[in-house]
């Protein structure tokens, strides 16, 4: 369940947040790539992830070269609240 990229807020109140920037001359694809991003266990819905890009589409082409690109990726997951029957 990818999502937009997470905002402030989620950022500043998830429980687990990861972030990475990717910088390139140039990159180019042989082929388009697939991704995906997946909540699982005890993961809130309002958990989401996604990009930032500059020089780069969302759907990349084959054979195309870009030139300085930069990926700014997060991942911020809020953990769900613990059913009653959960609690010790």
Do not use: Q
């Not at 084959?62 to 911020?76: C, F, K, L, Q, S």
């Amino acid at each position: 369940m990818a999502g937009e990229h997470p905002g402030p807020e989620l950022r500043a109140s998830a429980e687990i947040l990861f972030t990475a920037t990717v910088k390139a001359d140039e990159l180019r694809f042989h082929e388009v790539p697939e991704s995906s991003v997946e909540f699982s266990g005890d993961a809130d819905g309002s958990s989401t992830s996604g990009s930032v890009r500059t020089n780069l589409p969302d759907e990349v082409e084959t054979n195309v070269t870009y030139r300085d690109v930069r990926i700014d990726y997060a991942i911020a997951a809020k953990l769900a609240e613990p059913d009653d029957d959960d609690r010790p």
